[in-house]
């Protein structure tokens, strides 16, 4: 028989992978940040503030008995916030490199002074844990929450172009999967960030299912440009392979279809 050990470990894996895609789902951004060379309007909270998130729960996870999946890909996550922190400093103007800068600065002092004082007063395991956690799961919420500001504008232009398939479900899948996780041996903490984290996530997809079906979005909202034209191509190759191989004719029209998404 599975050992509840076993599926929880199982279960976080996933969730690592899950939540490794949330990471990165910001590169589109950064590249075009990157070949502009200007941020432009693009703002640096969301990434700083996740750099203090993942900092809260890797120390969570070193204070917490077989936290190990919990700290690798926080550990990992912070790696990554860091590239798109730095990136965006590089690339900003004054006014708001030394906006991003202050706000850095000012987290890495609380966080530093945040673990000094937990280690430095006498037996702080009884409460070390609690505040920890409580502050990893106000801070994991408003992560989740920041894709649901996004709703008054969709509601307002009845475009979908302000919250990204992609990143809605992921944050959907996030919460579920590290929900899951928090229950088998329960975790408080992990529970309630993720399970709020759950809820948003439905309420995101719940918007983009609704706004997706009732008006007409983008082609390429959920597949990009390249590959629904590869799609496309590959379909159009099909139909002629199957009207050659039935002995009908191939029109004209077929070919042409293939070199305009070639």
Not at 184 to 197: C, E, H, L, P, V
Not at 242 to 260: N, P, Q, T
């Amino acid at each position: 028989m599975v050992s509840a050990v076993f599926i929880r470990q199982g279960v976080g894996v996933v969730g690592n992978v899950i939540s490794l895609c949330l990471f990165l789902s910001p590169i589109p951004t950064f590249k075009s940040i990157w070949k502009k060379g200007a941020v432009e309007d693009f703002s640096p909270y969301p990434y700083i503030v996740t750099v203090l998130n993942c900092a809260l729960w890797v120390y969570y996870g070193l204070i917490t008995p077989n936290s190990l999946l919990v700290i690798s890909i926080n550990a990992a996550g912070l790696f990554i916030e860091f590239i798109y922190v730095a990136l965006y400093i590089l690339y900003a103007e004054k006014k708001q490199r030394k906006n991003a800068c202050i706000l850095s600065l000012c987290e890495i002092f609380s966080y530093a002074a945040l673990v000094l004082s937990c280690s430095l007063i006498p037996n702080p395991q009884s409460w070390r844990g609690v505040v920890i956690g409580w502050l990893c799961v106000f801070i994991n919420i408003g992560m989740y929450a920041v894709p649901c500001v996004a709703i008054y504008r969709v509601c307002k232009t009845k475009s979908l172009a302000y919250m990204p398939f992609w990143l809605s479900l992921a944050c959907f899948l996030n919460g579920l999967c590290w929900l899951a996780y928090s229950l088998i041996g329960f975790d408080k903490y992990i529970f309630t960030s993720n399970g709020a984290g759950l809820v948003l996530g439905v309420i995101q997809i719940s918007v983009i299912g609704y706004y997706l079906f009732k008006y007409p979005q983008p082609r390429d909202y959920i597949l990009p440009e390249w590959l629904l034209s590869k799609l496309s191509k590959s379909q159009n190759n099909k139909i002629i392979d199957e009207k050659a191989s039935g002995g009908r004719k191939v029109e004209l029209s077929d070919m042409v279809e293939i070199s305009i998404h070639s």
